[in-house]
């Protein structure tokens, strides 16, 4: 099935141009996704019989989703006794109507384009009044808020911090806040979201706030963090995380390496620390050490040797953790693809018109990722 649905939306694709080619490829997808999530929960095919069937078919009816190439009419399945609860749509629609409220948001204010008025109809396909924004802007500021502030009933053994930056207007003029994203692994290997937060700067105040409130939502038993390496940030762990290593982005690290060396000593440099940072256990790493050391020498870069021999310590942490575990806990490139998607959308945006909006956006997203995440182990703690 997978397979004839990809053939047809492949041959499709030769007609892209053609009016309505991409709301039949984006029906046809979900449509299919649809299907065979009926398909799962009734344990059986058309005309099927099975000892696992979970139910009858009963028909079905038409649900509409909107969508960036417009409204979309699907064919819901039913089963008899109506417990079949498709969960499609609300996964969909959530960033999807964070995205559109966040811009009309900035409409209403009066700090839109023309081109942004033209993109917000574009994206809803239908006039929305101010009364209907506020509607949909509570319901999703509730859901979005219970989400955030859910009790945190597992362990937590791993946790990945980081932050970026987004442009914020306030008080008539713009600044830069730092949106908060916190990762955690779960002691059976799976990663979840646990936290977001928009703070005004990455202070021993602000990361005070965000590890504050885990604490109180529940976390505990955390062993191990990966960050980047921040005074207010380090300060902050220190306090609410005694018992954990704190272990400081290899990835970052290298970039501060690299600012530090003068162009024709760059590659030699850089593959230098890789293969400091590939050994296989910590004292081979600190043997390695010595070659980097007369290389810097050599290089008339003893200032950056002793910076280097003072930091290095803090990202060989990972060695403590099993070998297994050691790649894709060195660094905060797990939340790189993250990162990406959270750049990609609020491209769009440009300036949130306040604090809520970027925060409401941004969580969004990090919901869809989290439940995605859900679905694969991403460590073997066995």
Not at 253 to 271: C, D, H, I, Y
Not at 354 to 376: G, V
């Amino acid at each position: 099935m997978e397979y004839k649905l990809m053939k047809e939306m492949w041959q499709e694709t030769s007609l892209i141009n053609q009016d309505g080619a991409l709301h039949k490829m984006m029906q046809k997808m979900l449509q299919s996704a649809l299907d065979a999530q009926f398909k799962k929960f009734i344990q059986a095919d058309h005309f099927e019989r099975t000892d696992q069937r979970n139910g009858v078919r009963n028909g079905s009816y038409n649900r509409k989703l909107n969508t960036r190439v417009g409204t979309i009419v699907l064919r819901v399945c039913r089963d008899r006794e109506g417990n079949f609860k498709p969960d499609l749509f609300d996964r969909y629609q959530r960033s999807e109507k964070a995205l559109v409220l966040t811009i009309v948001e900035m409409y209403l204010r009066g700090v839109s384009t023309r081109k942004v008025s033209a993109a917000t109809e574009e994206l809803c396909g239908f006039e929305i009044s101010k009364s209907s924004v506020s509607d949909l802007v509570c319901k999703l500021d509730q859901d979005i808020e219970k989400w955030r502030m859910r009790p945190i009933v597992v362990v937590f053994k791993y946790l990945m911090v980081d932050a970026r930056y987004e442009k914020i207007r306030e008080n008539g003029r713009v600044i830069s806040k730092a949106f908060v994203t916190v990762i955690g692994m779960t002691t059976d290997g799976y990663r979840e979201i646990i936290g977001t937060w928009v703070i005004n700067s990455e202070s021993y105040e602000g990361w005070n706030s965000c590890f504050e409130e885990l604490k109180k939502r529940g976390l505990s038993g955390t062993k191990f963090i990966v960050s980047d390496e921040n005074a207010g940030l380090k300060s902050a762990i220190k306090k609410f995380f005694q018992d954990a290593q704190w272990q400081r982005c290899q990835v970052h690290f290298m970039r501060n390496f690299m600012s530090k060396l003068a162009k024709t000593g760059l590659p030699e440099g850089v593959r230098l620390l890789k293969d400091l940072f590939s050994a296989p256990t910590k004292n081979a790493a600190l043997s390695r050490l010595e070659t980097l050391r007369e290389f810097l020498i050599n290089q008339k870069r003893e200032r950056v040797f002793q910076w280097l021999e003072e930091s290095l310590e803090d990202t060989l942490a990972v060695y403590s953790l099993p070998i297994a575990h050691r790649k894709k806990m060195k660094s905060t490139n797990m939340l790189e693809r993250l990162n990406s998607e959270m750049k990609r959308r609020s491209r769009v945006v440009r300036i949130f018109p306040n604090e809520a909006s970027c925060l409401r956006l941004l969580t969004a997203i990090c919901i869809e990722a989290s439940e995605a995440w859900s679905q694969r182990r991403y460590l073997d703690m066995s």
